[in-house]
Structure formats: C-alpha cells, structure tokens
C-alpha cells in the first residue's frame, strides 16, 4: 500500500504562485512514476505532470512554461510549484503513485484561481 497526501492549495489572484506538497508513505520502494492530476468542475481529471522512474518529466500543454515538478527522495515529498496561474487552472489537484499492479491517489488540495 501506498498513502499520499497532499498540501498547499488555497485560494490566489490571477497572475500568483502556490506549490503544492505530496507527501508519500508505506511500499515507496515499488512506486516507479509520480505525478499530479487535476480536475475541474464539470470537467474529466487530466494530467498535469508526471515523472518517469528514469527522470524525466512530461507537462500538459497548459502548464508548459509555468509549473514545475520537483522531488525531494529524502522526504519522500513531491512537488508542484505553480507559477503565474490563471482563472482555468482552479481545480481539484490531486497527487498519483503508479506501482506495477496499480495506481494510488491522494485525497486530492483545492486551488482557486481568482480573476
């Protein structure tokens, strides 16, 4: 088993930055690929980022340019640092562990975006 969870959301104006934590616990040996989805009201959850057990780092063309992945392996911490963000990003933003036989999900941190 693997147990995420996730901090960091709120509520900021159009134009600001918030990071967002993901904190992981239990089999982290078995986890090979970390990310973050989000999802809007109405909307079907899509990815944001994601990072391979290789490194390396896929973006939605939404967030290309403004938000960053980055890992802290010695706090078993994964983050999303969110920069110059719009009105459409507010969302549910959730945390996900791929493990081979299955994929786990964080309870999920509320970003507001405010115009």
């Known amino acids: 088993q693997v147990q995420l969870v996730e901090s960091g959301g709120g509520l900021v104006q159009a134009g600001g930055s918030l990071r967002l934590s993901c904190v992981a616990s239990?089999?982290?040996?078995?986890?090979?690929?970390m990310g973050w989805y989000r999802q809007a009201p109405g909307n079907q959850r899509e990815l944001v980022a994601v990072v391979t057990g290789g490194g390396s780092t896929n973006y939605a063309d939404s967030v290309k340019g403004r938000f960053t992945f980055s890992r802290d392996n010695a706090k078993n911490t994964v983050f999303l640092q969110m920069n110059s963000l719009k009105p459409e990003d507010t969302a549910v933003y959730y945390c996900v562990a791929d493990t081979l036989g299955r994929r786990y999900w964080g309870q999920g941190t509320q970003v507001t975006v405010s115009s």
């Open positions: 239990g089999r982290i040996a078995s986890i090979n690929v």
